[in-house]
């Protein structure tokens, strides 16, 4: 397999499975596409409030897929009798500052404390918009453990989680979570670093989440690459996978899909349904903020795709047949 194996690194630099540019061109050139953009890249009308019912968890979902969206790329995923949170941000803004970067939309709908107990805490990268020093010490006191891509769990540790309870996993690791839960960390093509000189040193990945009667794909941040063949070749097919959608554009295409080739990478995956994330949360890029998904329904539509884009913070539970909420209208 040309694409399913450990992470390359040259020197303390990891690779990406192909050829990748970050380049975003100049400074200056980036700051005048911002100051000059027109696109309504924030909702002008206010979003939300949204609230999630937490007495809905004290219930098993019947299908056994059930998924609470936070927002962007933080997922409550109950699946056959355990919960496992993906990425969760919470603050206000993906930023180093309060006070600076990228500001949520709206408010995270449902309080940390009410998503537990958790089995498992899934962190596909270190950018801020996955990786939250904020929430991460709210779970210093408690028992669960966290699954992250190779070189994270510095910082899970510099933050309050203890060394054992960290499970830093290079692709092709698998880890079991329970009973009957396997996830097996995958390529994804993308970058890490939380400044300008620490690039590339920590790793980022996709992960495959299987249990005895689910089998679903969680795509966190990744360009198109080949290699989506490889993955829904061995690892498929996915009853459901979660891809972003969102913060796309044409100096960044190499580490970030788009609406069109996370349809692409779908069905390359043999997904069944396609859940769009990593949108309608944070101003990331030019385009506007409600594009991604307009352009994905489009898409869909057009190749007979399923989607499932559940209201934030509204636990919803994952059937063979398409649901659009569309909270966004």
């Excluded at 390359?8 to 499975?17: I, S």
Aim: aromatic residues 12%; contains cysteine; neutral net charge.
């Amino acid at each position: 397999m040309e694409f399913l194996h450990p992470a390359v690194k040259e020197g303390k630099k990891y690779l990406n499975p192909i050829p990748t540019s970050v380049s975003t061109g100049s400074l200056w050139g980036v700051l005048w596409r911002y100051m000059t953009n027109k696109a309504e890249t924030t909702p002008k009308r206010k979003l939300g409030p949204f609230t999630t019912d937490t007495s809905i968890y004290k219930q098993a979902p019947a299908s056994g897929l059930r998924i609470t969206w936070v927002g962007h790329s933080s997922l409550l995923i109950e699946v056959d009798g355990l919960r496992l949170l993906t990425d969760p941000v919470w603050s206000n803004r993906a930023s180093f500052s309060g006070f600076i970067g990228p500001h949520r939309f709206f408010p995270a709908p449902v309080a940390l404390v009410d998503l537990m107990p958790l089995d498992a805490i899934i962190i596909s990268h270190d950018h801020y918009d996955h990786l939250d020093r904020h929430v991460i010490p709210q779970f210093a006191s408690s028992k669960v453990p966290f699954y992250c891509s190779k070189g994270v769990g510095q910082y899970l540790q510099a933050w309050g989680i203890q060394k054992e309870r960290i499970t830093e996993m290079d692709w092709m690791d698998k880890a079991t979570i329970g009973n009957n839960c396997t996830i097996t960390a995958l390529p994804a093509r993308h970058f890490s670093g939380r400044g300008l000189f620490n690039r590339f040193e920590t790793l980022w990945s996709s992960f495959a989440i299987k249990t005895a009667a689910h089998n679903i794909y969680y795509g966190a941040d990744s360009g198109w690459h080949d290699g989506f063949n490889e993955i829904g070749e061995v690892y498929g097919p996915f009853d459901l996978t979660m891809l972003e959608i969102g913060a796309y554009n044409e100096n960044w295409a190499d580490i970030h899909m788009g609406p069109d080739n996370a349809i692409k990478a779908h069905q390359a995956l043999k997904g069944k349904i396609m859940m769009p994330i990593h949108w309608g949360t944070f101003n990331l890029a030019l385009h506007p903020w409600n594009e991604p998904v307009k352009r994905v329904m489009e898409g869909a539509s057009a190749k007979g795709i399923k989607l499932f884009l559940p209201k934030p913070g509204v636990p919803t539970e994952v059937t063979a047949g398409e649901y659009i909420s569309r909270w966004w209208e």
